[in-house]
């Protein structure tokens, strides 16, 4: 059993960064690939990014490369996205998810695990 717990989200400005913060709890979190996610209001939830068990391999939405970034610190139980560069359309609320195996790392079904999600806000 993992619970996730996401923070760092909150009302920004568009064009700062931020940086958000997942931690899951239990000593296996090593074992798990992490994914985020987000869901706009009236919206599919969507695939943001990735990260392999070793921070190896990260994949990432097409439309979100070069301005967002996942990674993860096994140590802390902790993965993390920082986003750039932050446009109103951003705006969502952004969960974390674990699975055990993946396969297809836009399907939320492939996810095991979910947090509660941190909402971002940005203001044009």
């Known amino acids: 059993q993992v619970q996730l717990v996401e923070s760092g989200g909150g009302l920004v400005q568009a064009g700062v960064s931020l940086r958000l913060s997942c931690v899951a709890s239990?000593?296996?979190?090593?074992?798990?690939?992490m994914g985020w996610f987000r869901q706009a209001p009236g919206k599919e939830r969507e695939f943001v990014a990735g990260i392999s068990r070793t921070s190896i391999s990260t994949t990432y939405a097409d439309s979100l490369k070069g301005r967002f970034s996942i990674s993860r610190d096994n140590a802390k139980n902790t993965v993390f996205l920082q986003m750039n560069s932050l446009k109103p359309e951003d705006s969502a609320v952004y969960y974390c998810a674990a699975a055990y195996e993946i396969t297809y790392w836009d399907r939320k079904d492939e996810y095991d695990y979910w947090g509660q999600g941190t909402r971002v806000t940005v203001s044009s």
């Open positions: 239990g000593r296996t979190f090593s074992s798990y690939v």
